[in-house]
């Protein structure tokens, strides 16, 4: 169980120097690794205010691995008095420093360190002897030896894989801390199953043998040494644990066993550092624990955005890449918007060291969430950023992304587009002559559509766009217009108008087929309330009709009512009856 703003390491630094770097998690390595250590100083006594005020350019030291020690990396640390040599040779290859720290004991008294990862070349030469040359720092060193702090040195960490070895965790901790009087670094997160073999290591610089005032390490409160390489009470003395060497003048490449200090099922181990009168600085903190944990990481595979529309789809991988342990099914996952809690979801099965399992995800966003915000996704948690799993590294289970929803723009309101009433109100309307006269659809890809759900959803458009007839009146037709990333909306009204009628001059009933009725075009069924009056030549009524009754010669008016009028012509009064026209008058002349 785990908060997951927690920090996976938790220093308590008590000193005065503002210089300083303090200690901080540099790698961590989970598998079958272990490390081991070289290195040597350049002075050529113990300093001190008697000892030899010169210093070398160069010293060397032997590596030897076993054949079945795979390197996996390499970390050169090398320091010295003054402000800094950060070009060094190793081998003969140029070494730029990658990361300088610094420290002091007052304003004359000044001390650099430097790192520079030299896998490649460890690699490829491994079991050698190691030379550091070029370092050159013997113009600065005179202004230190009366007080007794002048030296120079370099150490290189070698991690390696070994098949045989139990699953373990490394860590490695680096800065430039300086133990006037005591540094104390607690190590939070730890899940110890198995306590052979843990260990301890530092590299640390200008520690002298001869001075053993309160100088000791204790692990958890209890004091730990090596004797008699490294006594209880002067751990600080010049020593490699690794090789046995007690020449390492004013440095010290130190490793512990405390397997009796740590137990199993810990979760935390406190280090405290104490000089009473030596000025010892620390450089690094190695770690190996036998830990088999998991380390849940996510990443982001795809997410599948669709115009319009706050439903996303999401697909991810979950890894356990750094770990010494398999991380269990049913892994809680959480997705947030903003911070705010969207969805939930958990791994499906146990995934291996070095595996991964992928997942999906459709994600409803509510409207209170923005068109733009911050995706983030995170494995080992429970929705209330809690996690229920202990991992190598509790600080790499997120991953997020800026998200843009695909907001369509407001809906452009075209002109309206006119027809003449054909009949009951309907229309006959050439749509795609309409728009392509307009810039925005001049080398567009679009579609019409009679509803904006079909718009949206790209169904149903409209086949027959240069001769449609609209269903209502008015009625609004839609466009979707194609985008690079999404489409746009435009939108038109369809009005259908009652064109003026046109009225023949004659016709013949003689049942022919051919003209045989009064035809006014435009007028029946677009007229609904029509009234059409024909009167005789003597202005007698002889026919009243409207849009259900068409004059075709026959009088329906007075004496002769039922009765095919003679040839010649009569008088007509047409009313529409819409406000928009007057009455039309006029003749029309009938022959058989």
Known sequence: MKYKLISFICFFFFASHNHAQDIALFNQFNGRYDYTAIGNTLNISENGSFG????????SADLTLDTNQNVIAAYL????????????????????AERTFSDALDETRVFFAAFADVTDIISVQESTTYTVSDFDISSVIAPFCPTGTNFGGWAITIIYEDNLL???????????????????ITLDNLNVLDNDNAKIGFVAWEGDRALAVNEQ?????????????????????GTNSFTGATNLFNMDIDVYNIQDNIAIGDTSA???????????????????????LPDATIAIDTINLECDSRI????????????????PGNTPIAFYANNLLIGQSQTTTDIPINETELGAITLTFPEEVPDDFMLTIIVDDDGTSIGIVTETNENNNSTFEDISLLVIPETVTLLSLLSCNIGFEKGEFNLLEFVEELDEFSSGNFQFFENLEDLKYNTNAISNIENYTNLSNPQTIYIRLEKDICYEIYQFNLNIENCPPTIPQGFSPNNDT???????QGLYDIFTNHELKIYSRLGNLIFEGDNDKAWSGYSNRGINSGNLVPVGTYYYV??????NYQPSVGWVYINY
């Open 52 to 59: 030899l005020c010169d210093i070398l350019t160069s010293s």
């Open 77 to 96: 640390y090398w320091a010295g008095s003054g402000n800094g040599d950060f070009d060094i040779l190793l081998n003969g290859i140029e070494v730029t």
């Open 166 to 184: 139990p699953l373990n965790q490394l860590n490695i901790y680096d800065g430039l801390q300086s133990v006037p009087e005591s540094l104390t």
């Open 217 to 237: 390490l204790t692990i958890n409160g209890n004091i730990i040494g090596n004797p008699p390489l490294n006594p209880t009470n002067n751990a600080f003395n």
């Open 270 to 292: 406190t280090i405290s550092l104490t000089s009473g009168q030596d000025f010892v600085m620390i450089n690094n903190i190695i770690t190996v624990l036998n830990s088999q």
């Open 312 to 327: 996303i789809d999401i697909d991810y991988t979950v890894s356990n890449i750094n770990s010494t342990g398999v991380l």
């Open 514 to 520: 051919i003209n045989d009725w009064f035809n006014i």
């Open 574 to 579: 047409l009313n529409l009856n819409d406000i």
